[in-house]
């Protein structure tokens, strides 16, 4: 069965670094979404992505935070210069359509560790 | 906007035992529920959805979830617990003609006791 895959599994960085995430979605889907977990607290939307462009944000998404399709199967998520809040599980989820009624698959997640 | 709640942090049952995890929303529109469930350092992973119809929905694993649109209530259900049901269970809610994205309850740890 396709998966949603992400790497790596753990990342350590110190505050100030850049980090990039990457997240492989499913093969056939076309919308892509970035989460955050903090630990012990609730998955939060980040950014959705469809057709090379974001079409929605939230307000955790700021300007340290930039996403891509650099290629026809990566997706990655960039933070420019981390802070100790930005330490989370981040998850990454795709869907074929775009209807509220299709479901998401999520990844594995990657932990991140900034100190 | 759309909102969920899950009021338990934790649920406790004996293996064996039927077991329900709450979930309420709030929405406009037509209510889209999920359940997704996450093991220790995992994803989580889809169990079943209420999109229309009927109000019972069966799902992976045995799992099972009720819609109640008077209670706008979407509890998770298992007729008898396994221990290898141990995990963190949540809850998410969409809507048709709102935003396309879930938003996701806070989670509620699910043990199963031996």
């Known amino acids: 069965e396709p998966e949603v895959t992400q790497t790596p599994s753990h990342q350590v960085t110190q505050m100030g670094q850049e980090v990039i995430l990457r997240c492989v979605p499913i093969?056939?889907?076309?919308?892509f979404y970035w989460y955050r977990q903090i630990l012990g607290q609730k998955v939060e939307f980040l950014v959705s992505f469809y057709n090379n462009e974001i079409s929605e944000k939230s307000e955790i998404f700021d300007d340290q935070f930039s996403v891509e399709r650099p290629d026809g199967s990566n997706f990655t998520l960039k933070i420019r210069s981390t802070k100790l809040e930005d330490s989370a599980m981040y998850f990454c989820a795709s869907r074929q359509l775009a209807g509220g009624s299709d479901t998401q698959y999520f990844g594995p997640g990657t932990r991140l560790t900034v100190l | 906007a759309q909102s969920v709640a899950q009021p338990e942090d934790q649920v406790n049952v004996a293996e064996g035992n039927p077991l329900t995890v709450k979930c309420t929303y709030s929405?406009?529109?037509?209510?889209?529920l999920f359940w997704y469930v996450q093991y220790p350092n995992r994803g989580l992973q889809f169990l079943l959805k209420?999109?229309?119809?009927?109000?019972l929905v069966k799902g992976s694993y045995g799992f099972e979830a009720e819609f109640n649109k008077s209670q706008t209530s979407f509890h998770l259900k298992k007729p008898s617990a396994l221990v290898s049901d141990s995990a963190l269970y949540f809850c998410?809610?969409?809507?048709?003609?709102?935003?396309?994205?879930?938003?996701f309850g806070r989670g509620t740890s699910l043990i199963v006791h031996p």
């Open positions: 093969s056939n889907h076309l919308y």
């Open positions: 929405v406009s529109g037509n209510p889209y």
């Open positions: 998410a809610v969409g809507a048709s003609g709102g935003s396309y994205i879930p938003t």
């Open positions: 209420y999109i229309t119809g009927d109000n």
